[in-house]
Every structure is written in structure tokens, then in C-alpha cells.
């Protein structure tokens, strides 16, 4: 069959299941959920790729899930992705009881991932495609609550803290061969897409600084202050940004979680948290030992004891240019886009786990722009449904059938002219050699 009249079908199937699409967006939207906890996220997909047919392996990291079609082809395997976790900010109009709102637009990747799914299972357009297909809805991508990551590692629920890197761990991306997903963007100049979208990689870490407790007015000469170390590492690190080169778009940040237990004592414990990002790996490590040495340099001043854990976050995004093409052709040839509302590049110093994927293998992560407001702020807000959620799951549709049309002649020429950074077992190497505890002790007794 012409590969028109494949993509017209397809097309055909979204628009009849417009409102089906649309709701699981505003379901999700509805009920946020932070990360390894997005359970009612991950039942909807369920029950949506079950309805299709598809056998659906469930709870793939805590949460998420996982269906496949075309598994008896033998062409290259692309895998759909939609992320599943909201973020906290309670000041948002429609945060939930604990601060939780989709500010990140994740509930429309969801919709438009499964209505991609949708699209392509029930209009049979995929029985005419050359490779195989997985549509995976992926947990825990927003790098937020730590110590509740923590505790699911500690548990040994999970082994690495974002929900790529743990599901590349764990073999699901063994067999892939390339990945696609979008992000809800904002709407900026009346552009709606951005093609290639840059990010920095970061790396998390917990800090704990411990001291010792005495009567902040009768004995505090007895005390070991570490919210002192704390404020002093502060000072530290934000001495250091004149040490960062702009190219490589170092971003260092940090919150207390928790500074003492009562104003008259001195404080013994203060945790924080905090990123180091760049947009390469190389200058995030740079950044990192810098980082490092200040934390150090303020328990060695006051004399007590720090505690750092540091985990790779996320490595820099890298989209690959052949299926950024294929995506924007059919903007303009399917969806009706003109070339000048579509943005080319667009560097960020945000971060993304997709960028750890785009080491590894060929990956497309546009931003398609369905909002206004920025990301993870009170003013992020959908405002048009139709790009948001049905605009979406079209264009990646469209995209996965050129990838594996005749003989998936595009998705091999991608793969040919690919070249990684790093082969998964090279990938989870390098999270193990930089998921490291250090502890500096200076304390006497």
C-alpha cells in the first residue's frame, strides 16, 4: 500500500478517537503524580493498550508499562515513549492536595503517545510496516524528591534514580533500536514546534552535614554548627561560578531540606539537595569536583562532618537530524505547519533522561506547542488541546511510519549513519563509576 494512503488511515483513526485522547490527557492532568508513584497515570495506559489488544507487561520500574507490536518483523524496533510523573508547585491554580500539577506537560506525552498507539493498531496501518514498535509509558522523569528515590533504592525497588536509566538497567531497551517522544512546549513568536531541542546533563546529589548539638544561648561554644557548614558551602560554591567556562553551560543549584530541629540548639544535622549541570559530560564532571571540594572546605572549617552522594542525573541531549527531518516534513506536509512557525535548534539548561537514551541510540524529542508559561512555574498551562494532544500523537505516528516503511529503508539509513557515545554496557559503567559516597569526617570524637 502507498505509504499516503497508510499515513491518511492513520490520520483518519486519531480524528475519530479525538475525544478519547484527549481525555486521558485531562484524566492525567487531573490526578499528578510524582515520581514512582504515577499509578493512576500508569492504569489508564494499561487499560488503553489493553482495549487495543495489546498484551501490556505492567509495572516495569515501580511503575509504568510496556506493549509491543510487529514482534514477529525483522526490522529495526522503535520505541514510543510517553513519561508519566508531574512535578510540585503548589502555588500552581490546580495543584493537588501536596503541591502536584502536570507543569511539565507530561499528561499530554502520555495522550499523545497513546494516541499514536491508537492511531496506528486501529486503523492496521502497522501490519504494513517493516519493524517492530514498543509503546512504553516511562516513570520518575522529573529529578525531584531524592530521598524518596532513596528510600526505593535502599529497598532495592530501584537501582538508579531516574526512570530511563532504570529501565535501561533493567533490558528494556536491550532490543530498541531507536526512541521518539515530544514535550509539550510553550508557544513563543507564534512558533509551534521546536525540532531539536539541546539540554545539559546534571548530576544529583544528597548532602548531609552532621555537627554536634549543644544550647544554642547557655553552651553553644560546645556545638559543632552545621548549618553553619551549610551556609559556608554556599558561600563556596557560588564563589565558584566564575570558574565555569559559558560554552559549556554549567548550571550549579541547591535547596536546604532540612536546617535543624529547634532555634536553641545547635544544630547537629542539615541536609540538602542539589544539581550540577553542563552540557557535556566532561564539564559536568569538572563541575561536580569543584562542587565537591567547597562542601568539603566548609566541614573542614567548622570541623565537623559531610556526607555527599552523588548520582548521574541525566547526560545532554543529542537528537539525531535524519528523524528530526522526517518529523518536520510531516508537519508541514500533514499538519498544515508552515516552515516559519517551526524552530530548528533551540538550546536549553534544562535537563531530560532522554538525553541518556540519545547517547546510546537514534532519538527525536520535539517540542511541540500546545501551552503558554514556563516550564515547572504557576504559569504553565495548556491552551491548545488539538497541538497539544492530537497534533502530537499525528506527527509522531507519521514519523514511526516513515522510519519503517518499505523495508524501513529510513529507519536503516539511520541506524547506518548513527554513531553513540556509548553502548549500554559502556552507559551503566559510567553511572556506577559516578553514582559514588564521599564522606569528609573532621570531627574529633
Same mark, same amino acid.
Not at 506536509?333 to 531530560?352: A, C, P, Q, R
Given at each position: ?24 490527557? %485531562? +484524566?492525567?492532568?487531573? /490526578?499528578?503524580?510524582?515520581? !514512582?508513584?504515577?499509578? *493512576?497515570?500508569?492504569? =489508564? ?104 528515590? %532513596? +528510600?526505593?533504592?535502599? /529497598?532495592?525497588?530501584?537501582? !538508579?534514580?531516574?526512570? *530511563?536509566?532504570?529501565? =535501561? ?20 513568536e507564534n512558533k509551534k514546534c521546536i525540532i531539536k531541542g539541546k539540554s545539559n546533563g546534571f548530576i544529583e546529589k ?72 553542563? /552540557? ?166
Amino acid at each position: 500500500m502507498d505509504i499516503n494512503q497508510l499515513k491518511k488511515m492513520c490520520l483518519d483513526e486519531i480524528d475519530k478517537n479525538k475525544e478519547t485522547i484527549i481525555n486521558i490527557g %485531562k +484524566y492525567i492532568y487531573n /490526578n499528578p503524580e510524582l515520581s !514512582y508513584r504515577e499509578f *493512576k497515570a500508569t492504569d =489508564i495506559a494499561i487499560k488503553t493498550l489493553k482495549d487495543l489488544g495489546l498484551k501490556v507487561e505492567e509495572n516495569i520500574a515501580v511503575t509504568g508499562c510496556k506493549a509491543s507490536i510487529n514482534e514477529d518483523k525483522q526490522g529495526p524496533k522503535v520505541a514510543i515513549l510517553g513519561e508519566l510523573d508531574a512535578l510540585s508547585c503548589p502555588e500552581h491554580k490546580d495543584a493537588k492536595e501536596g503541591g502536584a500539577i502536570h507543569c511539565c506537560g507530561h499528561n499530554a506525552q502520555m495522550a499523545g503517545m497513546l494516541g499514536c498507539a491508537i492511531g496506528l493498531v486501529k486503523s492496521g496501518v502497522f501490519k504494513y510496516l517493516d519493524g517492530k514498535i514498543d509503546f512504553m509509558a516511562v516513570p520518575a522523569e522529573e529529578g525531584i524528591e531524592l530521598e524518596y528515590r %532513596k +528510600y526505593l533504592q535502599d /529497598n532495592k525497588m530501584i537501582t !538508579y534514580v531516574g526512570g *530511563k536509566q532504570e529501565l =535501561i538497567h533493567k533490558g528494556y531497551f536491550d532490543d530498541v533500536d531507536m526512541a521518539m517522544m515530544f514535550h509539550l512546549g510553550s508557544i513563543k513568536e507564534n512558533k509551534k514546534c521546536i525540532i531539536k531541542g539541546k539540554s545539559n546533563g546534571f548530576i544529583e546529589k544528597g548532602i548531609t552535614f552532621i555537627g554536634k548539638s549543644a544550647h544554642s544561648g547557655g553552651a553553644p561554644h560546645l556545638g559543632i554548627n552545621a548549618a553553619t557548614m551549610a551556609n559556608l558551602a554556599i558561600n563556596n560554591i557560588n564563589a565558584l561560578r566564575d570558574t565555569f567556562k559559558d560554552e559549556d553551560t554549567v548550571r550549579v543549584h541547591y535547596i536546604i531540606n532540612h536546617g535543624g530541629d529547634a532555634v536553641n540548639v545547635v544544630p547537629n544535622k542539615v541536609t540538602m539537595e542539589a544539581m550540577v549541570r553542563a /552540557n557535556n559530560a566532561k564539564a559536568m564532571i569538572d563541575a561536580n569536583k569543584k562542587f565537591n571540594r567547597a562542601l568539603q572546605a566548609a566541614a573542614l572549617a567548622i570541623g565537623g562532618k559531610v556526607i555527599i552522594e552523588d548520582f548521574i542525573g541525566y547526560l545532554s541531549l543529542e537528537t539525531d537530524d535524519k528523524m528530526n527531518s522526517l518529523f518536520k516534513s510531516n508537519l508541514i506536509n500533514f499538519l498544515n505547519i508552515k516552515e516559519e512557525e517551526i524552530i530548528d535548534l533551540n538550546k536549553g539548561g534544562g535537563s531530560t533522561d532522554m538525553g541518556d537514551l540519545s547517547q546510546i541510540m537514534p532519538c527525536i524529542h520535539p517540542y511541540m506547542m500546545g501551552a503558554t508559561g514556563d516550564f515547572h512555574t504557576k504559569d504553565y498551562t495548556m491552551v491548545d488541546e488539538e497541538m497539544g494532544y492530537i497534533n502530537s500523537a499525528k506527527a509522531m505516528a507519521l514519523t514511526l511510519i516513515d522510519l519503517l516503511y518499505d523495508n524501513a529503508k529510513n529507519g536503516k539509513d539511520v541506524l547506518n549513519n548513527f554513531k553513540p557515545k556509548y553502548t549500554i554496557k559502556q552507559y551503566l559503567k559510567f553511572l556506577e563509576d559516578n553514582n559514588i559516597m564521599h564522606t569528609y569526617n573532621y570531627m574529633e570524637n
